[in-house]
Nanobody, 129 residues
Framework: QLQLVESGGGLVQPGGSLRLSCTAS????????IGWFRQAPGKAREGVAC????????FYGDSVKGRFTISRDDAKNTVYMQMNGLKPEDTAVYYC??????????????????????WGQGTQVTVSS
């Protein structure tokens, strides 16, 4: 089955930047939507960015719009998220996922949404001074 592995997380100061990567391995599905999600302690998991191959559209949560940029390279089975102007509120574990049903999801999601589809193991992003 499809496996997703995130990388690029770390500890940065407010205003700093990181680029997250997610690479697929194993059996590769011809998916359309792939997105980035995050979950902070005590908070619901939320979709923050998503990109569709069918029409090339991107979607962002209001809290990250203008600061985060999602992109994908289907030939490399990789999706990226460039994060600029990081804030302490961005501290969370970040996951990439191919949801099932395969559509973009933005904002808080229910448990059923992340118990299905394909999800990475997560990478920690900590923004602190």
């Amino acid at each position: 089955q499809l496996q997703l592995v995130e990388s690029g997380g770390g500890l940065v100061q407010p205003g700093g930047s990181l680029r997250l990567s997610c690479t697929a391995s194993g059996f590769t599905l011809d998916y359309d939507a792939i997105g980035w999600f995050r979950q902070a302690p005590g908070k619901a998991r939320e979709g923050v960015a998503c990109i569709r191959s069918s029409d090339g559209r991107t979607f962002y949560g209001d809290s990250v719009k203008g600061r985060f940029t999602i992109s994908r390279d289907d030939a490399k089975n990789t999706v990226y998220m460039q994060m600029n102007g990081l804030k302490p509120e961005d501290t969370a574990v970040y996951y990439c996922a191919v949801p099932s049903p395969n559509m973009c999801l933005i904002g808080p999601i229910a448990t059923a949404a992340y118990e299905n589809g394909y999800w990475g193991q997560g990478t920690q992003v900590t923004v602190s001074s």
